[in-house]
């Protein structure tokens, strides 16, 4: 059975400490619901050591349609720019 939510995970290089490639490999992760995306994201995050500058805010995908971002931070934003409130 297909999770609800989908979201590709990369980083890009930061130039700030002299990276200019990815620093991690993509990733897909699916999770039923939005506060398991935001905590794949964190796993994904920490294991590559990433840093601000190297996070994508990744698209958050719900039955394959684009429905917000996932922040540095992990905070989900709506497209419009709206915090959608992720409850643990």
């Given at each position: 059975m297909a999770k609800r939510f989908s979201c590709r995970l990369r980083s890009v290089?930061?130039?700030?400490?002299?990276?200019?490639?990815?620093?991690?490999?993509?990733?897909?992760?699916?999770?039923?619901?939005?506060?398991?995306?935001?905590?794949?994201?964190?796993?994904?995050?920490?294991?590559?050591d990433l840093g601000g500058g190297n996070w994508t805010d990744p698209m958050v995908r719900e039955g394959g349609k684009a429905v917000g971002k996932v922040s540095y931070n992990g905070r989900v934003w709506r497209k419009d720019g709206v915090e959608i409130t992720v409850e643990a």
């Open positions: 290089g930061n130039p700030d400490f002299g990276q200019h490639a990815p620093v991690s490999e993509p990733r897909v992760v699916d999770a039923d619901t939005l506060p398991g995306i935001v905590a794949a994201c964190r796993q994904y995050i920490e294991e590559w």
